[in-house]
């Protein structure tokens, strides 16, 4: 049973209420203050103090200052007029429970508008925040387009002048080899067959004989055109390394190994663009892979809502790949989302099989995950269940086993008050 504490002292104005209350040597970590317009509690174990007000207070001005030992309270009256005294008169045990009920209600109505105010102007945030981040991608994304086609037509532009250059040069060179003379040893031969004073003939064809250069009679364009033969026709053997597992043969995980990359192939094909409501989205936002990127680059800036967004439609256009659950539960972590942020991580774990070497840190990672969230829904067992089978996986991590050994203690701590 908590002692209830009957000792404090308190001034008032016509609007105000100034409550003083001692802690006696109490932590200020252990004080736990709640305030409603007409029930004040203080709950520093072992002792305890309530206070039904005289009148309605404004719980969302009110004000409570812990240090030196002590809690100040000022608390701001609904109507501005002096109390006869702090406390209602003639309250009963019935009366304090209903009035404590209609309180906590009240508290939890405020305190869930609040929290849905807030989710909905982040989640206003988050989609101007995206729909800007899209749009400065697309004028990248066009920067880049403009630059390839500039690019393209400089290219083609330069291959046509080349082109031109290489038509004029190769007639100018025809027209040099029409107009050289002859020279040389046939030269002289055209010239001694020449009769004086008879009209100039073309000199005879000649057919080609042994040990003479008979290639000099052909046109230097047919030497030109000559093609080489073709290649002998052969086959190349070609070695693969064979893959080698890091493991001993009497522990080889051969089969684990094979089924585990069967299943990652499977899962790269097992996309549903076909659907109609992919037609609309972009090349690359039906890919997961870069949708999976997108999440990862929202979630380092802690837009955490968005990131969710991103592997929802990853895992929509494919829901076999492990890794798009397991960095949505590290986003409901973040979010508050445990039991959320327990199913993602189960499902990862199921992906996740068989167990080797290739994704030994992702299911580390998704026990550590399942587990933080047992343990903020305060089922300290279950988590430290989690957190045993991580380091089964990874004995030597020092965090994970600090966080563990702290797990212990809360449970052995639980046990001894529960003895007690």
């Given at each position: 049973?908590?002692?209830?504490?009957?000792?404090?002292?308190?001034?008032?104005?016509?609007?105000?209420?100034?409550?003083?209350l001692?802690?006696?040597?109490?932590?200020?970590?252990?004080?736990?203050?709640?305030?409603?317009?007409?029930?004040?509690?203080?709950?520093?174990?072992?002792?305890?103090?309530?206070?039904?007000?005289?009148?309605?207070?404004?719980?969302?001005?009110?004000?409570?200052?812990?240090?030196?030992?002590?809690?100040?309270?000022?608390?701001?009256?609904?109507?501005?007029?002096?109390?006869?005294?702090?406390?209602?008169?003639?309250?009963?045990?019935?009366?304090?429970?209903?009035?404590?009920?209609?309180?906590?209600?009240?508290?939890?109505?405020?305190?869930?508008?609040?929290?849905?105010?807030?989710?909905?102007?982040?989640?206003?945030d988050?989609?101007?925040?995206?729909?800007?981040?899209?749009?400065?991608?697309?004028?990248?994304?066009?920067?880049?387009?403009?630059m390839?086609?500039?690019?393209?037509?400089?290219?083609?532009?330069?291959?046509?002048a080349?082109k031109?250059?290489?038509?004029?040069?190769?007639?100018?060179?025809?027209?040099?080899?029409?107009?050289?003379?002859?020279?040389?040893?046939?030269?002289e031969?055209?010239?001694?067959?020449?009769?004086?004073?008879?009209?100039?003939?073309?000199?005879?064809?000649?057919?080609?004989?042994?040990?003479?250069?008979?290639?000099?009679?052909?046109?230097?364009?047919?030497?030109?055109?000559?093609?080489?033969?073709?290649r002998?026709?052969?086959?190349?053997?070609?070695?693969?390394?064979?893959?080698?597992?890091?493991?001993?043969?009497?522990?080889?995980?051969?089969?684990?190994?094979?089924?585990?990359?069967?299943?990652?192939?499977?899962?790269?094909?097992?996309?549903s663009?076909?659907?109609?409501?992919?037609?609309?989205?972009?090349?690359?936002?039906?890919?997961?892979?870069?949708?999976?990127?997108?999440?990862?680059?929202?979630?380092?800036?802690?837009?955490?809502?968005?990131?969710?967004?991103?592997?929802?439609?990853?895992?929509?256009?494919?829901c076999?790949?492990?890794?798009?659950?397991?960095?949505?539960?590290a986003?409901?972590?973040?979010?508050?989302?445990?039991?959320?942020?327990?199913?993602?991580?189960?499902?990862?774990?199921?992906?996740?099989?068989?167990?080797?070497?290739?994704?030994?840190?992702?299911?580390?990672?998704?026990?550590v995950?399942?587990?933080?969230?047992?343990?903020?829904?305060e089922?300290?067992?279950?988590?430290?269940?989690?957190?045993?089978?991580?380091l089964?996986?990874?004995?030597?991590?020092?965090?994970?086993?600090?966080?563990?050994?702290?797990?212990?203690?809360?449970?052995?701590?639980?046990?001894?008050?529960?003895?007690?």
């Amino acid at each position: 049973m908590p002692v209830r504490v009957s000792e404090f002292s308190w001034q008032q104005t016509p609007a105000t209420i100034f409550l003083s209350l001692p802690l006696r040597g109490v932590c200020v970590r252990d004080a736990d203050v709640f305030c409603g317009e007409s029930y004040l509690k203080v709950n520093f174990p072992p002792f305890l103090f309530e206070l039904f007000l005289y009148a309605p207070i404004d719980d969302g001005k009110s004000k409570a200052k812990i240090g030196n030992d002590t809690i100040l309270f000022t608390l701001y009256k609904k109507e501005p007029v002096l109390w006869d005294s702090l406390s209602m008169p003639g309250v009963d045990k019935e009366m304090m429970q209903r009035i404590r009920e209609k309180s906590i209600l009240q508290a939890q109505e405020k305190a869930k508008e609040a929290t849905e105010a807030k989710a909905v102007a982040k989640r206003e945030d988050q989609r101007y925040a995206l729909g800007e981040m899209m749009k400065i991608e697309e004028e990248e994304r066009k920067k880049i387009e403009d630059m390839k086609e500039n690019e393209r037509k400089k290219a083609t532009s330069e291959l046509e002048a080349w082109k031109e250059c290489q038509k004029k040069a190769d007639g100018q060179k025809r027209v040099q080899r029409k107009e050289k003379p002859l020279e040389g040893k046939q030269a002289e031969e055209t010239k001694a067959l020449k009769p004086r004073g008879l009209p100039r003939k073309a000199p005879p064809t000649r057919l080609p004989t042994r040990g003479r250069n008979w290639e000099n009679i052909f046109p230097e364009k047919l030497k030109e055109d000559r093609v080489p033969a073709p290649r002998s026709a052969g086959s190349i053997q070609i070695s693969f390394t064979p893959r080698v597992f890091p493991t001993a043969l009497r522990e080889s995980q051969v089969a684990e190994e094979e089924e585990w990359l069967h299943k990652q192939a499977e899962a790269r094909r097992a996309m549903s663009t076909d659907l109609p409501e992919f037609f609309d989205l972009k090349e690359e936002e039906r890919n997961p892979d870069w949708l999976k990127d997108k999440g990862n680059k929202l979630f380092a800036t802690e837009n955490y809502l968005a990131a969710v967004d991103a592997y929802n439609l990853a895992i929509r256009l494919n829901c076999k790949i492990p890794l798009l659950y397991l960095n949505r539960a590290a986003c409901h972590l973040k979010l508050k989302n445990l039991h959320k942020a327990i199913e993602d991580s189960s499902k990862a774990l199921e992906l996740l099989t068989p167990p080797v070497a290739d994704n030994a840190n992702a299911r580390m990672k998704a026990h550590v995950r399942r587990g933080t969230a047992f343990c903020q829904l305060e089922l300290y067992v279950e988590g430290l269940q989690d957190y045993e089978a991580a380091l089964k996986i990874d004995p030597a991590n020092t965090v994970v086993q600090n966080d563990a050994e702290k797990i212990r203690n809360i449970i052995q701590g639980t046990a001894l008050k529960s003895r007690d």
